[in-house]
């Protein structure tokens, strides 16, 4: 994988569903538009650091495994651990349910869903691709890149036809606010919704072995894909705002769909719907697949338990890791609300990466290691990260205690789990 299929994976990742939707949400916490904007930008931003940081960390190992990697490296095998724990649990199995919940939600612009309705779609979808997987990677892969094409397709029509058309609607920009005072609460949740939309970013580092000249390659995909991502984010809810009212933006739960009706007239909402609607279906089969990929690897590493990595006899796949995942993100679709889900994924994926920025630290004493590529701006960028991240972990538990607590015991067993898993495996050793 050379640099510019790297670039590509690295968009192809961040651009999936949550573009469509999170604007909505950020819009309802910051209802203007200079504000909704600052936000994006500022959640770009954080993401671009966070590639760079990862950009390090990819120079200094060339091995697969991205962050279980850098923390195990960092801090040991239990905090690698509690990676590959949460991942299931919350992070990945929590991305699946809210890509899902996505294409329900475009769904019921053609067929009428009510809340029941919109969850047995959601699981439905989830449980449909896991068996497509089960029975073949190959089969995936494959699907996976035939759906590429419709969220680029999704996100250029948008930028286009909102330009281009948008300028025979009212000026929305004349009225770019609700007059409601934004709180810093308010704001941090914000850029905690922004960030789930930039989601993803870390995954090529899982592939450093299969890229040519890792230590130049991922660094340079890694900033050049979160600059064309936060370009094109900005773009798109500037023309959001740009063809909607901002109560409308942030009102509405299907906010592309609404912009193209209001830009093409009759039927731009279907036809915005069924590509939102391609492009989520294509972007779930690749956050399925690689699942169950990571798990299988951690594994093999003796980071997770043995039954992860059992392949099946006939189909050659990870059968057991894609079942559980597929079960497990059913429940969560069936459990919670879509923001109650991008949340818990926000704030449980960022303490990891605040964890593992200052793993990077750690990692720079080590006299034994020698990186490819120094990050930009270092020290002073990766502490803003630290204390940005954990900021955005200690707002989101602010705002709803009981729930928020509720996750982090969830994370937390991992490590009593992986303590009492490792003295059985030393066990086994010794006999």
């Known amino acids: 994988m050379r640099l510019p299929h790297a670039t590509a994976l690295v968009v192809g990742t961040i651009i999936g569903a949550s573009i469509f939707v999170q604007p909505s949400e950020v819009t309802g916490q910051v209802p203007s538009i200079p504000g909704a904007l600052l936000v994006w930008l500022i959640a770009?931003?954080?993401?671009?650091?966070?590639?760079?940081?990862?950009?390090?960390l990819a120079s200094t190992f060339e091995r697969s495994g991205g962050v279980y990697l850098y923390l195990r490296e960092a801090f040991g095998a239990p905090v690698g651990f509690l990676w590959g724990w949460a991942m299931f649990w919350i992070m990945h199995s929590g991305i699946i349910a809210a890509v899902a919940v996505v294409f329900a939600r475009y769904t019921a612009y053609f067929v009428p869903l009510g809340d029941n309705g919109a969850t047995i779609v959601a699981v439905g979808v989830i449980l449909t691709l896991s068996a497509v997987n089960y029975v073949g990677v190959k089969q995936g892969s494959t699907l996976q890149a035939l759906f590429t094409v419709g969220k680029l397709l999704a996100v250029g029509l948008i930028i286009l036809l909102g330009f281009m058309l948008g300028s025979r609607l009212p000026n929305h920009f004349v009225a770019s606010t609700s007059g409601e005072v934004v709180t810093t609460g308010g704001f941090l949740s914000a850029v905690a919704a922004g960030l789930f939309a930039f989601g993803g970013w870390h995954m090529v580092t899982y592939n450093s072995e299969e890229t040519v000249e890792p230590r130049k390659t991922i660094p340079r995909a890694l900033a050049i894909g979160t600059a064309i991502v936060t370009?094109?984010?900005?773009?798109?809810?500037?023309?959001?705002?740009?063809?909607?009212?901002?109560?409308?933006?942030?009102?509405?739960?299907?906010?592309?769909?609404?912009?193209?009706?209001?830009?093409?007239?009759?039927?731009?909402?279907?036809?915005?719907?069924?590509?939102?609607?391609?492009?989520?279906?294509?972007?779930?089969?690749?956050?399925?697949?690689?699942g169950p990929r990571v798990y299988y690897s951690m594994a093999q590493d003796g980071l997770l338990f043995d039954w992860f990595s059992h392949i099946h006899p006939r189909y050659r796949t990870p059968h057991r890791a894609i079942v559980l995942q597929a079960v497990w993100a059913s429940v969560l679709v069936a459990t919670g609300t879509f923001r109650d889900i991008f949340t818990r994924v926000i704030y449980t994926e960022w303490i990891f990466f605040g964890l593992m920025t200052i793993g990077l630290i750690v990692l720079r004493r080590r006299r034994?290691?020698?990186?490819?590529?120094?990050?930009?701006?270092?020290?002073?960028?990766?502490?803003?990260?630290?204390?940005?991240?954990?900021a955005i972990v200690a707002n989101a538990v602010a705002v709803d205690p009981g729930r928020r607590a509720a996750g982090l015991v969830l994370v937390l067993i991992g490590l009593p789990v992986y303590y009492l898993w490792a003295r059985k495996e030393t066990g086994k050793l010794e006999r």
């Not at 770009?44 to 390090?56: M, R």
């Not at 739960?253 to 609607?277: E, H, N, P």
């Not at 290691?369 to 930009?376: E, V």
């Open 44 to 56: 770009g931003t954080l993401t671009l650091i966070g590639a760079l940081v990862c950009a390090e």
């Open 368 to 390: 034994d290691l020698s990186r490819g590529y120094g990050m930009w701006g270092y020290p002073i960028t990766p502490v803003i990260f630290i204390v940005s991240s954990f």
């Open 231 to 290: 370009v094109s984010y900005i773009a798109m809810n500037t023309v959001y705002m740009y063809v909607l009212p901002v109560d409308v933006v942030a009102s509405s739960s299907r906010v592309a769909a609404d912009a193209a009706d209001a830009v093409i007239g009759f039927g731009g909402g279907a036809i915005m719907s069924g590509i939102v609607m391609f492009s989520t279906f294509g972007a779930l089969i690749g956050i399925i697949l690689s």
